[in-house]
């Protein structure tokens, strides 16, 4: 069970918008730590897509964006491509474990 | 340029103590600041961070696995080593290590490795 709860799979078709929910606690995200948005494709190591809540790394097309509210954050995907068709995981820190934390991933299935 | 790339076993039995290597260059760790991370990922499961160390050989590991992990840094040779005593099969997961990006609300995992897929089998 992981301490961020994401939805198991989302799913929408090319040029579609999806969101995908990330729910924290009082002694994470809604301690206002900062929540980062990792896009893992099959076969391949995490990559940092979203950081402190809001921002982009370079070289992120701006389809992708998060947003951050009370104890939960959520990363929006607009004008789906086949390519965006991966595992995404969002991650912060808990002070009551004193650990960084990772969601359980939700998988993004482009129909 | 960053890079990581992780090194070591691919195969040990259980009870056994596994020893991870990561080599990095692009950074150092004897810059103020930096730090590096461990992260595994069993296989079809999600990601958990392990343990982390910082330029000033500061150390956090994950709390349920603490009694079991130690990290260490060799600057001369830009390494970072994961020890991890009494190997179970649970512990099959593909390990990755990653530099770490210091943010004022807690940072991220900004560079990974590509990780390296350790099994535990007898």
């Known amino acids: 069970q992981s301490v961020l709860t994401q939805p198991p799979s989302v799913s929408g078709a090319p040029g579609q918008r999806v969101t995908i929910s990330c729910t924290g606690s009082s002694s994470s995200i809604g301690a206002g730590y900062d929540v980062h948005w990792y896009q893992q494709l099959p076969g391949a190591a995490p990559k940092l897509i979203i950081y402190g809540n809001i921002n982009r790394p370079s070289g992120v097309p701006d389809r992708f964006s998060g947003s951050k509210s009370g104890t939960s954050a959520s990363l929006a995907i607009t004008g789906l491509q086949i390519e965006d068709e991966a595992d995404y995981y969002c991650q912060s820190f808990d002070t009551d474990l004193s650990a960084w934390v990772f969601g359980g991933g939700t998988k993004l299935t482009v129909l | 340029q960053i890079t990581l790339k992780e090194s070591g076993p691919t195969l040990v039995k259980p009870t056994q103590t596994l020893t991870l290597t990561c080599s990095f260059s692009?950074?150092?760790?004897?810059?103020?600041?930096?730090?590096v991370g461990w992260i595994r990922q069993p296989p079809g499961k999600a990601l958990e961070w392990l343990a982390l160390i910082i330029w000033d050989d500061d150390k956090r590991y994950s709390p349920s696995l603490k009694s079991r992990l130690t990290i260490t840094k060799d600057t001369s040779k830009n390494q970072v080593v994961l020890t991890m005593t009494n190997m179970d099969p649970v512990d099959t997961a593909t390990y990755y290590c990653a530099q770490y990006s210091a943010m004022e609300g807690g940072g991220n995992f900004a560079y990974w490795g590509q990780g390296t897929l350790v099994t535990v089998s007898s």
């Open positions: 692009g950074f150092s760790l004897t810059t103020p600041g930096v730090r």
